[in-house]
């Protein structure tokens, strides 16, 4: 068996996640579509990279993902198990996740060894002894040492949290990590730092990410593979190498020339987006990204393309 | 007669010994109709300089300078009410995150008409009526109809748009851009960009843009200052401190960068963190504890910005050679 | 490395150092000052009466019927004077601040330890819960707090134990509304996310996860709850159903004191001025302690 025919460590298949929204007693709600019929595959130790805008639904997506959302319709698998009701607390160990303000994603009011203990207190019967040495391990590997521990968040400094919350996110040996917008929040140079770790993690562990950003830069140099999303739909689905060489959805097209680069704007054509994101309460009937397209025609207004899969390269679009 | 001139601009927060170096003698030259990046991260100073020339800072912190003139006038010893005459008609500002730098208790429409009211008062038909021409040359489709919208209804981008609109309304000569796109989506930020470089132009405005984001920056950028632990290391033209930097920091914000590093080799990165307080006081260059190519001169004092051999303005010893 | 060791430059205090904290920030408020003092000088008192009060509270002294105080003309031996019934009253306030501050306490912790259970499980489980919790808050809440107290007590009968009681459920409602705002909030936030991707339960989440972020506006209802407390207790008192004669409660003291108001007014003012002033520590402790907390929950 070649490593190809090895079973992918999470699938997710046509997810959906609707939210009603109320407008009060008096107006007919609304339907917020934030995830409509997304389909994915993370294969073992590779990273996937999410890519999108606001309103493009990757948070909803990361959530599903992390098994924190439950979606209306579609099936998760992880490690081969599908994901229900009943199994979902077994399987958390197996998937954790990293998130974008770290500060906000640690526990103001405990030590960082009350957070990285709640992991361990919750799935294993590790006692104290064994805890806190485990504790002060994952301190080290992340970078930091293990007095660290007694200390509080506020006292760190933003890349210093981001390798806190890495450390709780790894102290399950989870074989999956979902990263959402990790590095945003940060400077350029702890963003790098912050990189770095992540690949050095992959190398050592194997673990699984699934990496949601937004910034193009970044993924081409974490990614395997990229899934663009816009409005909740997945239109475009390729290895890294490949998207960047070969993008066809036009939206692609756009988010890569709108991606700021060194050296000026005359390097590369910008493509101008006309208007500004459609509400996700209403999304449109046909293609999704038809209203802003600079190629969009009739048809793509009425048909909502499906996602083309040519080789490993999958396009949702009329035109491409 | 320059349009804004700084000499040695001190900013503290907290009394005595102890206080908290946010800005250490910054000297800042901008010309009429001329762009300057301001790039740092945080803890530079980059944002507290500004907040200092806007007259923003508050007790606990202290502003000083040798020279603060903004249009040849002294904004130092004005008093606050002609300090508040000139900033906001002729000096305007627009922050990072537009969703929150509006009041969301009031429609955008009234919110600019409050700035022209208290500028360039008119009728109110003939403030409505700007306030519609503002939004209609910021981009805002259907700028009639957004008069009556509520911050909360529009999206970051529209907001940010917004924001601008009430920044140029009295047509400033000098917009302050304080990381004007990091909240905002890559095609959004673009749009914003263009924009500003397209209304600098049309109303030959000095334009100050802070950023952490280099590529930004060097994208509209005439001169750009790079600033570390509330001083200025670094001061050139964007071309050339992109493409040869001599300060070993900008060099490293370099080369922080993944497009600048090469796939499947780690991105180069800046060990250390930016000096805390009790570091800004020791005399000596404070990047000497994260930078590689510290020698024993760098431990014994403070360096000064000067010009090198090059003629290139550096605050360092042993500044790079062009194309490290 | 590509990483290495961050130096822990930029944070200059490691340890959480809230004591030294609020010591630093009450320094420059004579008012908190003062009323800490007043407070720990009134908890000494109650705590040591029996040594520090020359005569029985209760007893009478029948030669010394509505003798003046010290600065109308009396003797040490009766420094504040005496009631109609001829009892030390200097005594009496002692004692009876004993009684201020347990009903105080209890009447908090009464109120505290039900009102953040309720809270926090109506913000977890906002659609079952939480909505019926509400509208019985929204109940007692729509009676005035007095004649609440009063129906409590007409119900149970008089009594200290009835009057906490009574007191402890007019206060209920704020504490499940303030628990189950600030919860609501703290659950939106990230870090809650995390715990619950890490497995905690429902238990977990709530008590140790969320509690503790929930405290501090609670500390503050808690400080000013103790106040309102010794005020409903007098008030009872007064109207003569709280506790009974020859109990020395300040508000029962001032009840039989009605009569007296013109010819020996020091038998209503010294109670009256015993309940406001300790009132009014209390609250100025309250708002210090909300100045404190607020910057510092901000600045974290």
């Known amino acids: 068996m070649g490593a190809n025919e090895m079973a992918p460590v999470l699938v997710a298949k046509d997810l959906t996640r609707r939210y009603r929204i109320r407008r009060g007693w008096f107006r007919k ?21 999410i890519v999108g805008e606001s309103g493009s639904g990757k948070s909803t997506l990361a959530r599903v993902l992390a098994m924190v959302d439950v979606p209306d319709t579609g099936h998760l698998h992880i490690a081969g198990k599908p994901v229900n009701i009943d199994n979902r607390k077994q ?171 060194m050296g000026g704007t005359g390097s590369i054509e910008r493509i101008q987006l006309e208007g500004e994101l459609p509400s996700p309460l209403e999304v449109p009937t046909g293609c999704v990204f038809a209203k802003r397209c600079p190629q969009a025609d009739g048809h793509c207004v009425q048909m909502p393309p499906a996602l083309e899969p040519r080789g490993r390269h999958s396009v949702s679009c009329h035109k491409a | 007669m320059s349009l804004l001139e700084i000499n040695n601009l001190h900013v503290r927060f907290g009394a005595g010994a102890t206080a908290f ?25 980059k944002s507290v300089a500004m907040m200092a020339l806007m007259g923003l800072i508050e007790t606990p912190g202290q502003v000083t300078a040798e020279r603060l003139a903004f249009v040849g006038n ?31 208790a009031y429609t955008i429409g009234s919110q600019i008409v409050e700035t022209l009211k208290t500028h360039a008062p008119a009728s109110r038909r003939a403030m409505k009526v700007r306030a519609e021409e503002l939004l209609a040359a910021v981009g805002i489709p259907e700028p009639k109809a957004r008069l009556a919208a509520y911050p909360h209804q529009l999206s970051g981008g529209l907001c940010q748009r917004a924001m601008i609109a009430m920044a140029i309304a009295c047509e400033p000569k000098l917009l302050i851009a304080d990381e004007p ?14 924009l500003l470089l397209e209304l600098q132009v049309r109303h030959h405005m000095g334009l100050i843009l802070i950023s952490h984001n280099l590529a930004v920056v060097s994208q509209i950028a005439d001169r750009v200052i790079v600033m570390y632990a509330g001083e200025v290391v670094e001061e050139a033209p964007a071309r050339t401190l992109f493409a040869s930097p001599k300060h070993p920091y900008t060099a490293a914000l370099l080369a922080a960068i993944p497009e600048n590093n090469p796939i499947g080799a780690p991105l180069y990165s800046l060990p250390g963190l930016v000096p805390g307080n009790l570091e800004r006081q020791a005399n000596r260059c404070l990047m000497a504890n994260r930078c590689d190519r510290v020698r024993e001169e760098c431990l014994l004092e403070r360096p000064c910005l000067a010009m090198d051999a090059d003629g290139r303005i550096v605050r360092c010893i042993a500044p790079l050679n062009g194309g490290q | ?92 306030l002692i004692y009876g601040s004993r009684y201020s501050l347990f009903i105080g306490f209890t009447a908090i912790l009464a ?20 909505f019926g919790v509400m509208r019985a808050m929204d109940v007692l809440l729509a009676l005035p707090s007095l004649l609440l107290t009063v129906a409590v007590v007409a119900v149970l009968g008089s009594g200290l134990i009835n009057t906490i009681v009574a007191i402890a459920l007019v206060q209920l409602p704020g504490v499940v509304r303030l628990t189950r705002a600030t919860a609501i909030g703290e659950l939106a936030k990230e870090y809650v996310a995390a715990s619950r991707i890490a497995g ?38 007064f109207l003569g159903l709280g506790a009974q004669p020859p109990t020395p409660e300040w508000g029962t003291m001032l009840a039989s004191a009605r009569d007296f108001i013109e010819s020996a007014s020091w038998v209503v003012y010294l109670p009256g001025l015993a309940i406001m002033s300790t009132v009014l520590a209390i609250n100025l402790i309250g708002d210090g302690l909300r100045d404190l907390l607020d910057p510092k929950l901000r600045v974290r």
């Open chain 1, 29 to 49: 709600g609304g339907h917020l579509n934030a995830l409509r019929n997304v389909s994915l595959d993370l294969e073992e130790g590779k990273t996937l990279a």
């Open chain 2, 74 to 104: 002294d904004l130092l010893c004005a008093r606050p009410a002609a300090r508040r005459r000139m900033i906001g008609k002729d000096l305007s500002m627009v922050f990072q995150d537009p969703v929150t730098s509006l009041n969301p």
């Open chain 3, 200 to 237: 905690a339960g429902v238990l977990r989440l709530l008590f140790i996860a969320v509690l503790p972020n929930c405290i501090p506006p609670l500390i503050v209802q808690a400080t000013l709850g103790f106040s309102v407390a010794i005020l409903d207790a007098a008030a009872l008192g």
């Open chain 2, 181 to 194: 796109t990091t909240a905002l989506d890559v095609t959004v930020q673009a749009q914003i960009i263009d």
């Open chain 3, 1 to 92: 490395m590509a990483y290495s060791i961050p130096e822990s430059a930029t944070v200059e205090n490691a340890a959480d150092s809230s004591l030294s904290d609020v010591w630093q920030h009450l320094r420059h408020s004579p008012a908190s000052i003062l009323a800490i003092t007043y407070v720990i000088a009134l908890l000494l008192t109650a705590l040591f009466a029996p040594w520090l009060t020359l005569h029985n509270p209760v007893e009478q002294f029948r030669e010394h019927l509505l003798d003046a105080p010290l600065w109308r003309g009396g003797t040490l031996d009766f420094p504040f004077g005496t009631d109609d019934l001829g009892r030390d009253l200097l005594s009496r």
């Open chain 1, 91 to 261: 399987l958390r160990p197996l998937v954790q996740m990293v998130f974008q303000n770290p500060s906000a994603s640690l526990n103001p009011r405990k030590t960082v060894a009350a957070i990285l203990a709640e992991p361990l207190i919750v799935n294993t019967t590790l006692n104290r002894v064994e805890r806190r040495k485990r504790i002060g391990e994952m301190l080290e590997q992340v970078g930091l040492s293990a007095e660290h521990a007694n200390r509080y968040p506020h006292t760190f400094s933003g890349g210093q949290a981001q390798r806190i919350a890495i450390a709780r996110a790894m102290i399950l040996r989870p074989k999956i990590v979902i990263a959402d917008e990790p590095t945003s929040a940060l400077d350029v140079s702890i963003q790098a730092q912050i990189l770095n770790l992540f690949s050095d993690i992959q190398n050592r562990y194997g673990t699984s990410f699934i990496f949601v950003s937004h910034d193009l830069s970044v993924v081409r140099r974490v990614a395997d593979e990229v899934l663009v999303m816009y409005l909740g739909s997945a239109i475009e689905q390729a290895s890294t190498s490949e998207l960047f060489r070969a993008p066809r959805h036009p939206y692609t097209l756009a988010l890569l020339s709108s991606t700021p680069r």
């Open chain 2, 21 to 45: 170096r946010a800005v250490q003698g910054l000297d800042l030259r901008l010309e009429v109709g001329e762009t300057l990046g301001i790039v740092g991260e945080s803890g530079s100073g």
């Open chain 3, 111 to 130: 109120a505290l330890l039900p009102g953040v259970v309720l809270g926090m499980l109506s913000a977890f489980f906002p659609r079952f819960l939480g």
